[in-house]
């Protein structure tokens, strides 16, 4: 009796079994590379050309974030430091002039220096939305929108991380409830503070000023709230007519 099935199929169960196996190997490699904090983002601590602590700069010594991220407030895009910007601080003659960390700022700034390059410091962006969607800096920072809300506090990290999401989801839940992410615009860039902080009779004189009321007025509609960041958020976002949008074309155009 000749054979039922032809020659070939007789390495057919050891094909499949190893076609399961490379694409099993596809599909772990693609999820693998695909859920590092590359690309998920959040937990995103990437090294930098130049270790640049941010704890001592913007904690410790009370840097501004706007000297050297200097376009925040004017610009879509928060703009990454010069070189000159750190050779202001650290040039010759300066703090931590000669320290073997500082090397790159040297060849790309010390024209004097035998390893100059002029070339200049290749920062890696920690921070970014995709290309599809777009985000305004002036727009957030201008309304009452902390650094920290976005960045977390930038002020205690010594290598910065990818905190937040930044997702649309978690963009959405801020527009749909802007107040509790305002605060006055004076502390924009003071990632450390508080509701406590504020005085609440220079608050109510502001808000009685701007909403064209009585500071009496103000107060008494206060009257047994917490005073924290959501009563004060809400007042500002009611002051400064804070709407954002909700609408698909506002983030991508």
């Known amino acids: 009796m000749g054979n039922i099935f032809p020659r070939w199929t007789n390495l057919l169960a050891i094909k499949i079994l190893v076609g399961l196996m490379a694409l099993g190997t596809c599909v772990v490699a693609v999820a693998w590379y695909s859920w590092t904090p590359k690309h998920t983002r959040v937990g995103y601590m990437p090294e930098q050309p130049i270790p640049f602590d941010h704890s001592l700069h913007a904690g410790q010594l009370g840097m501004d974030c706007r000297y050297c991220h200097s376009q925040v ?7 990454l430091p010069a070189a000159q910007v ?28 035998e390893g100059y390059t002029g070339k200049p410091i290749e ?14 800096h002036q727009a957030h920072v201008n309304r009452g929108v902390s650094c920290a809300e976005c960045h977390g506090r930038v002020d205690q990290m010594p290598v910065v991380v990818h905190e937040k999401p930044l997702s649309m989801s978690w963009c959405l839940e801020c527009h749909r409830d802007p107040g509790k992410s305002l605060r006055p615009l004076d502390e924009i860039t003071n990632l450390a503070w508080k509701a406590e902080d504020l005085d609440s009779k220079a608050f109510y004189a502001y808000l009685a000023e701007k909403m064209e009321t009585s500071v009496s007025k103000l107060e008494k509609a206060d009257e047994g709230k917490k005073w924290d960041r959501e009563l004060i958020g809400a ?15 506002s983030c991508h155009y």
């Open 235 to 249: 007042h500002l976002q009611k002051a400064w007519s804070v709407h954002p949008p909700q609408d698909c074309a």
């Open 86 to 113: 750190c050779w202001n601080c650290h040039g010759p003659g300066k703090a931590k002039a000669d320290s073997p960390k500082l090397e790159l700022l040297r060849q790309a700034m010390d024209v004097n220096y």
């Open 123 to 136: 920062w890696v962006q920690v921070h970014k939305v995709p290309d599809y969607a777009h985000f305004t």
């Open 73 to 79: 407030e004017n610009s879509p895009h928060s703009n």
